[in-house]
């Protein structure tokens, strides 16, 4: 489980994205686009679950894209070419159902444009029609742009600022095309990554057009094993896991609400247990 290769796709204070590449052959034989590994860095690591972005069969390779959020994905961050992961497992999580259906919308928002990208691939790989609708806040912290639009029929990028493509939010694009394409060449498929803020109001949007709408939860989850419950989720009444259950569901069918309430309850939990570990690693008495 060496690191064969590292890239720092963005680092611009505070968000710092990074790109391994890591020696995992069984892994990589098994791999298919949805699915998700459990990296733990270092021996005091957490468990962290990350989308696979790309396996390699032959090389016996797969990539991970991160973005440091805390004290583990931090670890993670530090480790150099040549250095191995404490622990690596997968793939888990149900993989995304290739098949054709034509002419499917893809919307990927901030570090979600990397979970996009393979499932992007193997839908245009079977001869999918793709379209593809990707935001940041600017320019600068777009990730994987160019090998988004080289699968991509049509391609459109957003900005907050303006700093390139259009100024303002995919979901802006989404429901322009959608009401473009209604009535006359309509899509047959949206698939979503992103913040959850996003992801709600992309499936407001294709509920009111009767759009299947597939999104991906792995921004949920925590232990990745289905014993914390931090990735529960009401769909369809019922109760699901986002690691065990997921992490891909019906947009339409998610209660959003509950969902949405549920992803801020541990943000302050999580900033002071990342600053305990801090000071444990610095030497200084913890009070």
Not at 70 to 80: A, N
Not at 181 to 193: Q, S
Not at 248 to 257: G, P, Q, R, S, T
């Amino acid at each position: 489980m060496k690191i064969i290769d590292k890239k720092e796709l963005i680092r611009k204070d505070p968000l710092r994205i990074t790109q391994l590449r890591i020696i995992a052959p069984l892994i990589a034989q098994k791999a298919r686009p949805g699915q998700f590994v459990v990296v733990i860095p270092t021996a005091t690591g957490e468990r962290i679950p990350l989308t696979i972005v790309e396996s390699d069969k032959e090389t016996g390779t797969i990539t991970l894209i991160f973005q440091h959020a805390g004290y583990s994905t931090g670890k993670l961050g530090e480790l150099g070419i040549g250095e191995t992961v404490f622990s690596l497992a997968g793939p888990l999580g149900t993989p995304t159902q290739i098949k054709k259906f034509g002419r499917i919308l893809i919307i990927g928002g901030g570090v979600g444009i990397a979970e996009v990208y393979p499932v992007t691939r193997a839908l245009k790989h079977i001869g999918n029609q793709i379209t593809t609708i990707i935001g940041a806040r600017s320019q600068d912290l777009f990730i994987l742009r160019k090998e988004l639009q080289g699968l991509s029929d049509e391609f459109f990028a957003t900005t907050d600022d303006g700093s390139t493509g259009e100024k303002g939010l995919v979901t802006d694009v989404l429901l322009r095309l959608l009401e473009k394409n209604h009535n006359n060449t309509p899509y047959h498929l949206a698939y979503a990554v992103g913040p959850v803020a996003m992801m709600k109001k992309v499936t407001e949007i294709t509920e009111r057009y009767s759009l299947k709408t597939i999104v991906s939860l792995n921004a949920l989850m925590v232990d990745a094993t289905g014993m914390c419950g931090c990735c529960r989720v009401t769909v369809d009444k019922e109760t699901k896991f986002a690691c065990i259950d997921g992490p891909e569901f019906d947009a339409h069918l998610v209660d959003w609400d509950e969902l949405f309430q549920r992803s801020k309850m541990y943000e302050k939990k999580e900033k002071h247990i990342c600053n305990l570990q801090r000071i444990a690693d610095s030497g200084k008495r913890i009070e």
